[in-house]
């Protein structure tokens, strides 16, 4: 049998996640590009993907699972050809969680304490002191509650925040005041001074952020968006921030990407943008992942990470 590897990545990314696949597979035969020999196809146990061009997973016969290196699958989905039967697990990587917790206490931090106003007032000459809260006193809502936001606002509850947290299904978790349902989060969003997304982007989230919701929020509130950019209504967004009704907008992602060199965001003074480098996947770790699930694979063990077609997620 063979492996898939296959990926909108750069040659050096790809040879690095087959240097360390091989590393720990050395007698596995691995193909870079989708076979046009059928009896090279029948080949293909599983596929080991970074949203690879559409199409590309079609005639593998024997394909026994797509495992996604990236966490979000939303454009690998978006592939109609995709098998339906084969199961999908996505990417849960240590060191990617690790480093989106980071960046989400940076961005709260940075809200909590002025400091995007402050490097402003820096620039300006500007000596001023802004007003000291205490973390208790900064609401912080946080839009889903899975392996990023749930990590995420655990995090920031451990520095004294008072978090809550969003998700579909209704739960409980120490030290965060878990939502579920459009009620709770209109309550919710009318509180809270940092608004952060980790929702997985489906059918059901898609602009998320659209004028209306954007209105729910606190006036003067800030929004991260650490997920995708299609959750949110940019031209609304700017509108919000043109209004006052949001005070400051971190954005990690876009509609369009990389920002197009034109747009608004770049040098407008209450957004910082990063350039969809919240939390990326480490092949170091990452690529444990990966040979756990093919460990569970071939022996028959259910696989991590699973994603529900249903759900979309
Ligand atoms: P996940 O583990 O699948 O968690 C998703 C969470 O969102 C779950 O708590 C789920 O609720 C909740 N949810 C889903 N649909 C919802 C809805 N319609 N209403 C309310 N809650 C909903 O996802 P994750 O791994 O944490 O990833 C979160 C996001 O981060 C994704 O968009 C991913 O693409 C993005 N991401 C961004 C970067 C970056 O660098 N910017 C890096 C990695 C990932 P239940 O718990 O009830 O199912």
Known sequence: MSLLLLGRWSDAERDRWLQLLQAELPAERFLLAPPTDPAEAAEVEAAIVANPEPGSLIGLPNLRLIQSVWAGVDRLLQDPTLPPEVPLSRMVDPAMNEAMVHTALWAVLSLHRHFF???????????QQPEQRRAAEVNVLVLGLGELGGRVARALAAQGYAVSAWSTRPTEQAGLR????????QAALAEADVVINLLPLTPATQQFFS?????????GAALVNLARGAHVDEAALLQALASGQLGHAVLDVFA???LDPGHAFWQHPQVTVLPHCAAQTDARSAAAVVLANLRALREGR???HQVSRQRGY
């Open 117 to 127: 106003a402050l490097a402003r007032q820096q620039r300006e000459g500007l000596w």
């Open 178 to 185: 878990c939502l579920a349902g459009e009620a709770a989060l």
């Open 211 to 219: 004028a209306a919701r954007l209105a729910q929020m606190r006036r």
């Open 256 to 258: 369009q990407e990389p």
């Open 302 to 304: 259910p696989l991590a």
